[in-house]
T-cell receptor, first 114, second 111 residues
Framework: ETGVTQSPTHLIKTRGQQVTLRCSSQ?????VSWYQQALGQGPQFIFQ???????GRGNFPPRFSGLQFPNYSSELNVNALELDDSALYLC?????????????FGDGTRLSIL | QKEVEQNSGPLSVPEGAIASLNCTYS??????FFWYRQYSGKSPELIMF????GDKEDGRFTAQLNKASQYVSLLIRDSQPSDSATYLC???????????FGSGTQLTVLP
C-alpha cells in the first residue's frame, strides 16, 4: 500500500512569488486535507477536498487555493508569498470523514520565504 | 474559537516509566480524537485514535477519553528513549471534521 507522498521536499521562494505544492493520497483514500505547521506549533487546517470539491476551509486568506484531481491527488497553491508563509506544509489523506477515518500525513514540504 | 490545549512540557521520564500526556478540548461537538507522534523535522505519525468514552489500548499505548470532562489522555507504558518526540493531540471539528491540534507536548525519555 502506497502512503501519502508530497513534493517537493524543500522549497525556497522570495516574497511576492507563487508556489505550487503537490500531494498524492494513500491508495483508496478520497479525502485530502492540507495543513500549515509553523515552528513549535501544531498544524493548522487550511482546507479539505473530497471528490474534487472543497469540503471545508480554515482561517486562511484566498491567496491559498487548491485543487483535487480525479485520481484524488491534490495541489496547494499560494500566491503573493509572505514571510509568514514560511512553514512545513502537510498533506493528509483519509478514506472519508467518518469517526473511524484517521488522517495519515505525508512527509511534508518545507517552504522558506526569503 | 474551538481549541485543543496540551501541557506544553517539556516532560521527562526515566526509561521504563509510564509517561502521561494530557489534552483538553473546548468543542463539545468533537467526535474523534487522535494522538500523533512527531519527531524533530519529520511529519506527524498516527499513534492512536479514540471516539468512545473510556480506554483504548494498543500495545504500550493507552488512550483515554472522558467526554463529560472534555479530556483526552495518552499513557505510554515502559517508555523507551525512542519514544522521545513531540506528541500532538487533535480533535475533529467543523463540517469537514478537520483536525484541530494542540501545540504539542515534548517528551524526553532518559536512558
Amino acid at each position: 500500500e502506497t502512503g501519502v507522498t508530497q513534493s517537493p521536499t524543500h522549497l525556497i521562494k522570495t516574497r511576492g512569488q507563487q508556489v505550487t505544492l503537490r500531494c498524492s493520497s494513500q491508495s483508496g483514500h478520497n479525502t485530502v486535507s492540507w495543513y500549515q505547521q509553523a515552528l513549535g506549533q501544531g498544524p493548522q487546517f487550511i482546507f479539505q477536498y473530497y471528490r474534487e470539491e472543497e469540503n471545508g476551509r480554515g482561517n486562511f486568506p484566498p491567496r491559498f487555493s487548491g485543487l483535487q484531481f480525479p485520481n484524488y491527488s491534490s495541489e496547494l497553491n499560494v500566491n503573493a508569498l509572505e514571510l509568514d508563509d514560511s512553514a512545513l506544509y502537510l498533506c493528509a489523506s483519509s478514506g472519508g470523514t467518518g469517526k473511524g477515518q484517521p488522517q495519515h500525513f505525508g512527509d511534508g514540504t518545507r517552504l522558506s520565504i526569503l | 474559537q474551538k481549541e485543543v490545549e496540551q501541557n506544553s512540557g517539556p516532560l521527562s521520564v526515566p526509561e521504563g516509566a509510564i509517561a502521561s500526556l494530557n489534552c483538553t478540548y473546548s468543542d463539545r461537538g468533537s467526535q474523534s480524537f487522535f494522538w500523533y507522534r512527531q519527531y524533530s523535522g519529520k511529519s506527524p505519525e498516527l499513534i492512536m485514535f479514540i471516539y468512545s468514552n473510556g480506554d483504548k489500548e494498543d500495545g504500550r499505548f493507552t488512550a483515554q477519553l472522558n467526554k463529560a470532562s472534555q479530556y483526552v489522555s495518552l499513557l505510554i507504558r515502559d517508555s523507551q528513549p525512542s519514544d522521545s518526540a513531540t506528541y500532538l493531540c487533535a480533535g475533529t471539528s467543523g463540517s469537514a471534521r478537520q483536525l484541530t491540534f494542540g501545540s504539542g507536548t515534548q517528551l524526553t525519555v532518559l536512558p
